[in-house]
């Protein structure tokens, strides 16, 4: 093949460059996120939450269409994802055994108290929800708070496990987020300010996501611990005018501390049970500490 047919190639039928991204499957992949936080979602919303343009918005809901994925609810202008969307993740076998274990304690604290609860597991610069009660109760804003991903320095659960991991884990897990562009991420430029703010934290056994953060709903959270470690984040979110996070502290702290004893316990005794034991993956690099290998490894 000659120089002047490689030129003539479009771009997108060009083999990728190592470490390129296929932007088509990335803004695919970017809709089916936002789809999935909401029952039903407008056009004006795919595009606020994305930034994709609406026309490219368009094209691709008529191609999750075609493949059964997406559909146009009978409210005009509105879509939906179908329940064939699920097939999507029925090769995933590898959920930590934390999230095995908390599930029914979880959907238990939310049946009784009504508002949803979710566990987050550290991922490199940010906590992932791995666990969510929001299908058990009408008190949320979200469809599904699955695998967002949530700042480290603004959300709960974020604040929350910086403010009980060990001091070496803290100092690189800051170094890696103040290289972040995410504007929640700001405060880890301010580092008096922030290590303050985890000292308080810390003292009192809580943290509550910054106010002006999606400030129609707020998040309490607790660490969950195995002995001296955090191992995950506990939270609870409501809906900011129904109660003031003053009344929400003091309602659902112990409630919640007392749930992530719970959680800590059955997961001791699960293992236990097992014949294994807790064996944490050592401090060594941040990337997919919990998602690729569980930090609970049986020994």
């Given at each position: 093949?000659?120089?002047?047919?490689i030129?003539?190639?479009d771009?997108?039928?060009?083999?990728?460059?190592?470490?390129?991204?296929?932007?088509?499957v990335?803004?695919?992949?970017?809709?089916l996120?936002?789809?999935?936080?909401r029952?039903?979602?407008?056009?004006?919303?795919?595009?606020?939450?994305?930034?994709?343009?609406?026309?490219?918005?368009?094209?691709?809901?008529?191609?999750?269409?075609?493949?059964?994925?997406?559909?146009?609810?009978?409210s005009?202008?509105?879509?939906?994802?179908?329940?064939?969307?699920?097939?999507?993740?029925?090769?995933?076998?590898?959920?930590?055994?934390?999230?095995?274990?908390?599930?029914?304690?979880?959907?238990?604290?939310?049946?009784?108290?009504?508002?949803?609860?979710?566990?987050?597991?550290?991922?490199?610069?940010?906590?992932?929800?791995r666990?969510?009660?929001?299908?058990?109760?009408?008190?949320s804003?979200?469809?599904?708070?699955?695998n967002?991903?949530?700042?480290?320095?603004?959300?709960?659960?974020?604040?929350?496990?910086?403010?009980?991991?060990?001091?070496?884990?803290?100092?690189?897990?800051?170094?890696?987020?103040?290289?972040?562009?995410?504007?929640?991420?700001?405060?880890?430029?301010?580092?008096?300010?922030?290590?303050?703010?985890?000292?308080?934290?810390?003292?009192?056994?809580?943290?509550?996501?910054?106010?002006?953060?999606?400030p129609?709903?707020?998040?309490?959270?607790?660490?969950?611990?195995?002995?001296?470690?955090?191992?995950?984040?506990?939270?609870?979110?409501?809906?900011?005018?129904?109660?003031?996070?003053?009344?929400?502290?003091?309602?659902?702290?112990?409630?919640?501390?007392?749930?992530a004893?719970?959680?800590?316990?059955?997961?001791q005794?699960?293992?236990?049970?097992?014949?294994?034991?807790?064996?944490?993956?050592?401090?060594?690099?941040?990337?997919?500490?919990?998602?690729?290998?569980?930090?609970?490894?049986?020994?």
């Open positions: 093949m000659g120089d002047g047919l030129e003539a190639l771009e997108d039928e060009r083999p990728p460059a190592k470490g390129d991204s296929i932007r088509s990335e803004r695919a992949i970017d809709l996120q936002a789809l999935n936080r029952p039903i979602s407008t056009l004006h919303e795919l595009h606020n939450e994305t930034g994709l343009p609406k026309p490219s918005i368009v094209r691709l809901l008529r191609t999750l269409e075609a493949k059964g994925l997406v559909a146009q609810s009978s005009y202008g509105t879509y939906q994802l179908l329940g064939h969307v699920r097939s999507l993740s029925s090769g995933f076998h590898h959920e930590p055994l934390i999230i095995e274990v908390a599930e029914p304690i979880l959907i238990e604290f939310t049946k009784r108290e009504g508002w949803p609860l979710g566990v987050a597991l550290f991922d490199v610069d940010a906590m992932i929800v666990a969510s009660t929001i299908p058990y109760t009408s008190l804003l979200l469809h599904s708070s699955l967002m991903r949530l700042s480290m320095t603004s959300r709960a659960h974020g604040r929350c496990y910086l403010a009980n991991c060990s001091p070496n884990e803290r100092k690189i897990i800051l170094e890696i987020v103040r290289q972040s562009g995410n504007s929640e991420d700001s405060l880890a430029r301010d580092r008096r300010k922030l290590l303050r703010l985890l000292k308080t934290i810390r003292d009192q056994g809580y943290a509550l996501r910054e106010p002006t953060i999606a129609r709903s707020s998040t309490l959270a607790v660490p969950i611990m195995e002995e001296d470690k955090v191992i995950a984040s506990l939270g609870m979110t409501w809906i900011s005018v129904a109660m003031t996070s003053e009344k929400a502290v003091q309602t659902y702290h112990h409630k919640l501390a007392q749930t004893r719970e959680i800590s316990s059955a997961l005794q699960r293992i236990a049970n097992s014949g294994g034991k807790l064996t944490p993956t050592p401090f060594h690099g941040l990337k997919h500490r919990y998602l690729q290998a569980s930090p609970f490894h049986r020994n």
